[in-house]
């Protein structure tokens, strides 16, 4: 299964972003999904999950009130939606999914997409 991340970019402290992966492959197996993110020199660390319904979500702290993640099943796609954006969001964000088949569980990640806030 692949996974493609896109929206990233440079925005102001206080602007929005929102980014999408979209999954290829074996994507009928695709249980919990999420963001990560990691800046040079420090462990990749969680931004928001979602579980595979799409009505159960998790997010860090630092994001809470501020981004907004979802999934559209169907689409086989998932998004992050990033308000008020503060300069140390700036990371590389990576988009993630788990698998479960016949028991066994896989996990993919994509390539990531820079995100830069500027203040």
């Known amino acids: 299964m692949q996974l493609v991340e896109s929206g990233g970019g440079l925005v102001q402290a206080g602007g929005s972003l929102r980014l999408s992966c979209a999954a290829s492959?074996?994507?009928?197996?695709?249980?919990?999904m999420g963001w990560y993110r990691q800046t040079p020199g420090k462990p990749r660390e969680l931004v928001a999950t979602i579980n595979s319904g799409g009505d159960s979500t998790n997010y860090a702290d630092s994001v809470k009130g501020r981004f907004t993640i979802s999934r559209d099943n169907a689409k086989n796609t998932m998004d992050l939606q990033m308000n008020s954006l503060k300069p140390e969001d700036t990371a590389v964000y990576y988009c993630?999914?788990?698998?479960?088949?016949?028991?066994?569980?896989?996990?993919?990640w994509g390539q990531g997409t820079q995100v830069t806030v500027s203040s």
């Open positions: 492959g074996s994507t009928f197996s695709i249980n919990r």
């Open positions: 993630n999914a788990v698998t479960v088949v016949l028991l066994q569980r896989k996990v993919y």
